[in-house]
């Protein structure tokens, strides 16, 4: 009887926190991600990021528009995207599930601002969350 009313009181308290918990931490989990677009209409170019967190990544990590240079954030996403097309191309070599699509980045071409500051930060964002990188002095793993 005595293991009983234990096992019960540690049930209700359970409950008690599970309930008392941080909704905000229930609702980013539930929550459901708009897809981010990466466009620029005039040159027909656009590419959509659905990787979860990258919009939390946007608003609380990624640094202003206007901290890098567009010049600086092509001359990386060159980099990035060299690197990234290396591993989508060997799906036996690295993980086929962050790899999934070789991006079409023309180093003559401009893409504008825009494009080159979201393809810019999720690189930033992918490197840390899969804990990889991707060249351009940024710590982590290759995968």
Same mark, same amino acid.
């Given at each position: 009887m005595k293991t009983l009313k234990q096992i019960l009181v540690l049930c209700i308290l359970?409950? %008690?926190f !599970?309930?008392?918990?941080?909704?905000?931490?229930?609702?980013?989990?539930?929550q459901k991600e708009e897809p981010v677009v990466i466009a620029n209409?005039?040159?027909? !170019?656009?590419i959509t990021i659905i990787d979860l967190g990258f919009n939390l990544f946007l608003n609380t990590v990624a640094h202003s528009r206007g901290f890098y240079s567009q010049e600086y954030m092509?001359?990386?996403?060159?980099? %990035?995207?060299?690197?990234?097309?290396?591993?989508?191309?060997?799906?036996n070599q690295f993980n086929a599930n962050i790899y999934e699509n070789v991006i079409?980045?023309?180093?003559?071409?401009? !893409?504008?601002?825009?494009?080159? !500051?979201l393809l810019y930060n999720y690189f930033m964002f992918a490197q840390q969350k899969y804990n990889m990188s991707l060249g351009v002095g940024f710590p982590g793993k290759t995968r």
């Open positions: 359970g409950i %008690f !599970y309930a008392c918990g941080s909704t905000s931490v229930k609702n980013v989990a539930t209409d005039s040159l027909e !170019y656009e092509e001359t990386r996403n060159q980099f %990035f995207v060299t690197n990234w097309n290396i591993r989508a191309r060997n799906p079409d980045y023309q180093p003559n071409i401009d !893409y504008g601002f825009e494009v080159n !500051y």
